[in-house]
């Protein structure tokens, strides 16, 4: 999760999001140099030291300065165009979980073998126990297998929602009439949490989410234990 | 040569795999070539038309009609097959079933 000051991203916990942060640093990096060079450059014509009044022309200089450029933005566009594609890549799924935004919690479903649904709402502040986050605690959480493709379908009832979870590098939008399809695999167990991403009323800071990645068995026994009778938390 | 395969995306082949012991255990609607983008609500609306034209021409009792169930109950939200349900039974649903 986040935490005070925090600068960069969470880390990754799926491939994509990992692939998606090692593309941005190294974005980064290019970035700095061609800062770099430009400051240089800059600094060099304002000291006076170096004058080209003779020069008029220099066709080769202008073929390298045109050339270059369209080198870089190839190279930056390579992963880039990599990751799209890769984004929105669903592998043999096992799970499907729907995640229905309300105002204001979040409705998740799991039907692959028996209709089962139940609501997440954010636990107050009067609420919470000692070390429990603020504004992230919730009653239910969704629980998820890890190394396990995961099939995430957002929709919404009334107005638009969008379920996010940084760790897993996922923000999908929850638009009332349309099934937005989202894939995750998540390599390692844990909780992770999210909030609501867009903007849908009043309470729409206060309907987080949260995620408990657990083992494929123990994901089956807790589905078994939820479908054959009601759960009270 | 990592570098190059990290550059171009290309993922180690145990990344694309499930957990084999997760495979005994769990299953879901399998892909569908016919509905590729990201917005599934065609997906799950054909699904629903597909299963209740398959048993009212081939009986309940047909048992490659719950391929299309099972897509439908996985991809469909339970308000949306609510709302379809009810339109059928009141004549109203708005497909030829």
Avoid at chain 1, 37 to 53: A, R, T, W
Avoid at chain 1, 67 to 79: D, E, G, M, R
Wanted: hydrophobic share 40%; charged share 20%.
């Amino acid at each position: 999760m986040s935490y005070w000051c925090q600068m960069y991203f969470q880390n990754g916990v799926t491939f994509t999001s990992m692939r998606v942060q090692w593309a941005f640093g190294m974005y980064c990096v290019v970035l700095m140099l061609i800062f770099v060079f430009v400051m240089f450059s800059v600094l060099l014509c304002c000291s006076g030291s170096h004058q080209f009044i003779y020069m008029l022309t220099d066709h080769n200089l202008e073929r390298i300065w045109g050339t270059v450029p369209l080198l870089i933005l190839v190279f930056l566009s390579w992963p880039s165009m990599g990751l799209l594609y890769v984004l929105s890549e669903l592998e043999t799924p096992l799970v499907t979980v729907k995640c229905i935004g309300h105002q204001w919690y979040w409705e998740y479903e799991y039907t692959d073998f028996a209709v089962v649904s139940y609501n997440s709402y954010m636990v107050p502040e009067d609420e919470l126990k000692l070390g429990e986050p603020r504004l992230l605690t919730v009653d239910k959480s969704m629980v998820l297998p890890f190394s396990v493709w995961c099939r995430i379908l957002t929709t919404s009832f009334d107005v638009v929602h969008s379920w996010t979870v940084p760790a897993f590098g996922v923000k999908s939008d929850a638009v009332p009439g349309r099934l937005s399809e989202s894939s995750v695999k998540v390599e390692m167990p844990g909780v992770f949490w999210g909030q609501c991403s867009e903007i849908c009323g009043a309470l729409h800071s206060f309907m987080p989410i949260r995620v408990e990645v657990v083992s494929a068995e123990l994901f089956s026994k807790w589905l078994w234990i939820l479908q054959s009778s009601v759960w009270e938390g | 040569m990592s570098f190059i395969k990290e550059f171009s995306g290309k993922y180690p082949e145990h990344t694309h795999k499930n957990d084999p012991k997760a495979e005994e255990l769990l299953s879901t609607a399998k892909f569908d070539a016919r509905f590729q983008m990201c917005n599934q609500d065609k997906a799950c609306w054909q699904n629903y038309v597909d299963y209740f034209r398959c048993i009212k021409k081939k009986g309940e009792d047909y048992e490659p009609c719950n391929w299309f169930k099972k897509q439908y109950q996985a991809l469909c939200p339970g308000f949306w097959t609510e709302r379809w349900d009810e339109q059928r039974e009141a004549g109203a649903f708005p497909a030829k079933i």
